[in-house]
């Protein structure tokens, strides 16, 4: 595996990455939203990551480079299905005629562990990248 190809790696799961916790600070941001756009209530929204696609020589060439994988991508934003909360409150405004008002699913102790999660893999990605970058400046330094 070469140097770049390990930097474009950790590049793409810092890509990933902070785009997941632009989503999981949406769903903290909309922890209380009854009303979207449509009228209905805000539902969480999780990112599903998939391996990069690579072309037919590329896969062949970094199987027999011995590299497994060339990264990773954002497949799609999925929303969540889970049983949305309701809350007797007749004073909303958006509550039904049972005097129920229907609350986001989203769980804030769920996405803050997430949040950290996600903190500590573009962590994870950042000190990889920084020690493949080590070991190339390492290696110019050996032709002096």
């Known amino acids: 595996m070469s140097g770049f190809s390990g ?74 299905n889970k049983a949305m909360r309701r809350i007797y409150d007749p004073t909303h405004p958006d509550s039904d005629e049972d005097g129920y008002v229907t609350y986001p699913n989203v769980n804030i102790v769920q996405e803050m562990t997430d949040l950290i999660d996600a903190t500590r893999s573009y962590e994870a990605n950042v000190t990889a990248f920084n020690a493949t970058k080590n070991m190339a400046l390492k290696g110019l330094e050996v032709g002096k």
């Open 7 to 80: 930097m474009n790696i950790s590049a793409s799961g810092m890509t990933a990455q902070r785009l997941r916790m632009d989503i999981i600070s949406q769903n903290i941001a909309n922890v209380s939203t009854t009303r979207d756009e449509n009228g209905n209530p805000y539902k969480r929204k999780a990112v599903v990551f998939s391996e990069k696609d690579a072309t037919p020589f590329q896969e062949v060439f970094m199987r027999t480079a011995g590299v497994v994988g060339s990264g990773v991508k954002v497949n799609r934003i999925v929303e969540d």
